[in-house]
């Protein structure tokens, strides 16, 4: 009988935790951005570029005209993060506008990572955290629910 109601009523949304998708989204690119960095590579491919940002390449093309970048390095990537429109790009930049400190409010982490700012800080008063480190911040996204969807973009 559920199988029946559920199949009428569409597909049940399943809820997971920001940090299951943090970790799905999110870590696997920085990952291999990290790497990419430190390679010191002199010349990345646009490709490899727009794919580690999710954009397309004519939006790394103007960017790179717009700011005089003949090729992609290791050293004008960055730049290529605060200009791109990619979701991850877009994270970054509210990041750098908070300025990188070494703990964050609740507003802060609602700002950066797009979460909702009510479930944030009742979820930090629920850990008793006044501000967030790097060291709690995945307990914080453990208790942060979202939607699966958000994730896999279905």
């Keep these: 009988m559920q199988a029946h109601c559920r199949h009428q009523g569409g597909k049940k949304n399943n809820m997971i935790s920001y940090l299951e998708a943090y970790q799905q989204r999110y870590a696997p690119k920085l990952k291999e951005i990290d790497i990419l960095l430190k390679m010191g590579k002199r010349n990345i491919p646009l490709q490899t570029a727009a794919e580690l940002l999710s954009v397309d390449i004519a939006e790394i093309w103007c960017i790179m005209e717009q700011n005089g970048m003949k090729k992609i390095t ?3 990537f960055i730049q290529l993060m605060r200009c791109a429109s990619g979701e991850l790009c877009r ?6 506008e908070r300025g990188r400190p070494y703990t964050y409010t609740p507003d802060d982490i609602a700002y950066i990572y797009g979460l909702d700012k009510q479930t944030v ?3 930090c008063c629920k850990l008793h955290l006044k501000e967030v480190t790097a060291y709690t911040m995945p307990f914080l996204f453990s208790l942060i629910p979202v939607e699966e969807s958000a994730v896999t973009g279905e």
Excluded: C
């Design 91 to 96: 994270m970054f930049k509210r990041e750098l």
């Design 74 to 76: 290791s050293a004008n």
């Design 121 to 123: 800080k009742e979820t």
